[in-house]
């Protein structure tokens, strides 16, 4: 599975992004999708997360409110729109594909993007 996250920029407090993952997969709805972020000098951090069949969501509490994961099967493609974007959201934002339950841990995810960067600054 190989994956294509774009979208990243350069925005001002309050502002808004949406971010894209295009992957390759024969079968994309066999994969639960996330995106992660890592700041400077920290761990990449846990994001979102959507389930295979869409039904189920997940977020970090620091983005909830204000970030929704979906996804298109058709377009194997799934989605982060951003609003409400603060200076400590900027990161490389990455995402990735698993068939674990363990949804939070970057450990359990086996494809990973590119990884495209997000600056919120005035």
């Known amino acids: 599975v190989q994956l294509q996250a774009s979208g990243g920029g350069s925005v001002q407090p309050g502002g808004s992004l949406r971010l894209s993952c295009a992957a390759s997969a024969r079968t994309f709805s066999n994969y639960g999708m996330g995106w992660f972020r890592q700041a400077p000098g920290k761990e990449r951090e846990f994001v979102a997360y959507i389930s295979g069949s869409g039904a189920y969501t997940t977020y970090a509490d620091s983005v909830k409110g204000r970030f929704t994961i979906s996804r298109d099967d058709a377009k194997n493609t799934v989605y982060l729109p951003m609003n409400s974007l603060k200076p400590e959201d900027t990161a490389v934002y990455y995402c990735?594909?698993?068939?674990?339950?363990?949804?939070?841990?970057?450990?359990?995810?086996?494809?990973w993007g590119q990884g495209t960067q997000v600056t919120v600054s005035s």
């Open positions: 990735a594909a698993t068939t674990s339950g363990v949804v939070r841990s970057r450990l359990s995810y086996q494809y």
